[in-house]
């Protein structure tokens, strides 16, 4: 956690049911890290909350940085998800797709 540059975590009354965060340089690339929800709350929404705080960051990088690369290496079958989000893929057969946001 301590290489952390921004986290954003979702609670339902004092049960924490999502996070998520960024890490990276700030300067050359980001990676978005750790994106989890609860099962009983996936389907929700939550992820995507998760996911348009973090982007809201990313593009406060991007003001400094146009060029900054943010990555993600999506769990296998969640990829269609962080496609939503703009990310491409780039093939890995093994551990799901590794994801690029240019």
């Known amino acids: ?5 921004f986290s954003v975590s979702i609670y339902d009354d004092n049960k924490i049911i999502g996070y998520g965060r960024i890490i990276g340089d700030k300067t ?3 990676y978005i890290q750790d994106i989890m929800v609860i099962p009983e709350y996936q389907g929700q929404k939550v992820g ?5 705080e973090l982007l809201t960051k990313v593009d406060e990088y991007k003001k400094v940085n146009p060029n900054i690369r943010t990555y993600l290496g999506a769990s296998k079958g969640k990829e269609k998800f962080y496609e939503k989000f703009g990310f491409k893929t780039r093939p890995s057969v093994d ?3 590794g994801m690029v946001l240019f």
């Open 1 to 5: 956690m301590n290489n952390t540059l």
């Open 28 to 30: 050359i690339f980001l």
């Open 48 to 52: 995507t909350k998760i996911m348009n």
């Open 95 to 97: 551990l799901g797709e």
